[in-house]
């Protein structure tokens, strides 16, 4: 028997990086899990490689009526849930002086209005006891150069992790968040020109107290923890970033 038989989560923006690492963590102790993407293609490769216990659904984390319809597939699918990762997200590199609204809307949309209302939609089919998990970003705490809309959605997020914590409470369930730090899952190569990318990825591995990027499982595992094995800890954030933004 698998840790997870009988479990039941949704993971936003699982088809791909961590998000799809922590989906076959858990996919693999025994647990249902219903991950969505925006992207067709790789939604389907994921699930694909996630086996029978994996089902997808495209979905855009900006749109209200995508949500809605992922709730409503979650409840079809599993009745209830047990756990939920809102991991759903983007990063735009640009400049302060070059982010354009439009730029600044999107980053907002998606990776704070989209996380605030899946935890919003989906509260209701999660049982007690249940975890509810959103990444946040070693950005909200640290400096970070060509990032600065990014960094405040993912401060946003932060401050949502406490005050949804307190107000989830009577219902006995508790949210936390994970915050990465440089992690290797390829957003950088799928966002930047080639040598941006590769300029940008030894800069911050110079940076880094561990001098390196991180594994997506690393971040799956903690993942996993606040989810599951957490009990006592809510409206916490547990940082997975070599150290970056602790010393």
Excluded: C, H, W
Excluded at 91 to 107: G, I, K, N, Q, S
Excluded at 211 to 232: H, I, K, N, Q
Aim: charged residues 25%; glycine residues 10%; without cysteine.
């Amino acid at each position: 028997m698998g840790k997870y038989d009988g479990k039941s989560i949704v993971i936003t923006g699982g088809s791909s990086g961590f998000g799809f690492t922590t989906a076959k963590l858990l996919v693999d102790g025994g647990a249902r899990v219903l991950i969505t993407g925006r992207g067709q293609e790789t939604l389907d490769s994921a699930r694909e490689r996630l086996g029978e216990n994996a089902v997808s659904i495209r979905s855009d984390a900006a749109s209200l009526p995508d949500i809605d319809a992922l709730a409503d597939r979650a409840k079809a699918e599993f009745g209830t849930l047990d756990a939920l990762f809102v991991n759903a997200g983007i990063t735009r590199f640009t400049p302060f002086e070059a982010v354009t609204e439009e730029v600044y809307d999107e980053l907002f949309a998606i990776n704070a209005k989209g996380a605030y209302f899946t935890v919003q939609k989906l509260v209701p089919l999660l049982n007690e006891g249940s975890g509810v998990v959103l990444t946040t970003s070693v950005a909200n705490v640290k400096g970070i150069p060509l990032i600065s809309a990014y960094a405040a959605g993912k401060a946003a997020l932060r401050s949502m992790t406490r005050s949804l914590a307190r107000e989830l409470l009577p219902r006995k369930i508790r949210v936390n968040a994970v915050s990465p730090g440089p992690i290797d899952t390829g957003i950088l190569d799928r966002s930047m020109p080639k040598e941006a990318s590769e300029q940008t990825k030894a800069e911050m591995r110079a940076a880094n107290p561990m001098l390196r990027f991180g594994d997506p499982r690393e971040v799956a595992r903690a993942v996993e923890f606040l989810a599951f094995d957490a009990t006592f800890t809510t409206g916490a954030e547990l940082a997975v970033d070599g150290g970056a933004s602790q010393l």
